[in-house]
């Protein structure tokens, strides 16, 4: 049978326990403490940094202001380029090469990997356009298919070094100029050339051109800031929405690592480059005469 309610200054019945609604208090402020610091950490994960995309602030202007002088600094460096081989996505190209951003030049080794083959050569490129190694021409009396050994197959180059080296050895006449296509391979070629400066950008003007600070990101072991570049269309008032076809990774120090260019619709090319220089010296050929 149900008991009636106590009447309030009536004894508690001996042996019935107080029950422990301070305990319930502090278990249900533990909880909710526990969820907003579950939420904080969430926020603050890498790559998130508690942040949306904003426009750039002064000082994240002045450290993307610094990058393509940075890069201009540290030449010349290994740079390695890598992009779908078609629109379908099918295949990859992946170019290995030493730029030299004072002389506006880069030498390297390319592959084109498919479902149904494997193409191997080497190529340089400056301002103007792509110069690519010829095969190496059979002797007089040689099999029909059969290479000299005068000038090694290009097809077992797997280095920007070994590419260089390689490149140094061949003659002007041994390589074929063309300018610049529209071609995805082209058009990132050309952003390895010309993403450098040799001085630092005007961090106020550029600010003002629209890029945005992304997100913070991680790379082998080391933090980036990642940007994207100035739009296309500047206006004022910059909204977080991203049109701009090229990203930067860039770290605290203005130093360029990674851009990605957006060469159609979710079709990207990625440049990464070394931190630090490299002794390997870009050669002359095909630029110089004789």
């Known amino acids: 049978m149900p008991q009636p ?5 009536e004894p508690r019945e001996p042996g ?3 029950e422990p609604r301070k305990k319930i208090w502090v278990a249900a402020i533990a909880a909710t ?5 579950a939420l904080t950490a ?3 994960l890498p790559g998130n940094g508690g942040m ?6 002064a000082d994240e202007a002045q450290r993307l202001a610094l990058a393509r002088f940075r890069a201009y600094e ?17 295949g990859t190209i992946t170019v290995r090469a030493v730029v030299d951003h004072h002389a506006h030049r880069a030498v390297g080794a390319y592959e084109i990997v498919d479902d149904t083959r494997t193409v191997q050569g080497l190529l340089a490129w400056d301002q103007e356009g792509i110069a690519v190694a ?10 029909p298919g059969r290479t000299t050994t005068r000038t090694p197959a290009p097809d077992i180059v797997t280095t920007a070094a070994q590419a260089v080296r390689r490149a140094g050895t061949l003659k002007r006449e041994e390589w074929t100029r063309r300018p610049y296509s529209t071609a995805p391979l082209d058009r990132a070629l050309r952003l390895v050339v010309s993403v450098a400066a040799d001085r630092p950008d005007d961090a106020a003007l550029l600010a003002r051109s629209g890029p945005l600070w992304l997100r913070d990101e991680r790379l082998d072991g080391h933090g980036y800031g990642v940007f994207s570049g100035p739009r296309p269309t500047p206006s004022v008032s910059a909204s977080p929405a991203d049109d701009s076809t090229l990203t930067y990774w860039i770290d605290a120090d203005g130093n360029l690592r990674r851009v ?5 619709p979710g079709h990207y090319a990625t440049v990464d480059f070394v931190a630090t220089r490299v002794r390997t010296v870009v050669p002359g050929a095909p630029w110089t005469k004789g």
């Open 74 to 90: 540290a030449s010349p460096a290994e740079v390695t380029v890598r992009l779908p081989a078609a629109e379908t996505g099918d």
């Open 16 to 18: 019935k326990p107080r």
């Open 42 to 44: 969430l926020l603050l």
């Open 33 to 37: 403490t526990a969820l907003a610091g």
């Open 134 to 143: 010829r095969p190496p021409a059979a002797a007089p009396g040689a099999e």
């Open 5 to 9: 309610p106590r009447k309030p200054g």
């Open 260 to 264: 990605t260019a957006r060469m159609s």
């Open 52 to 57: 949306s995309p904003h426009p750039v602030s």
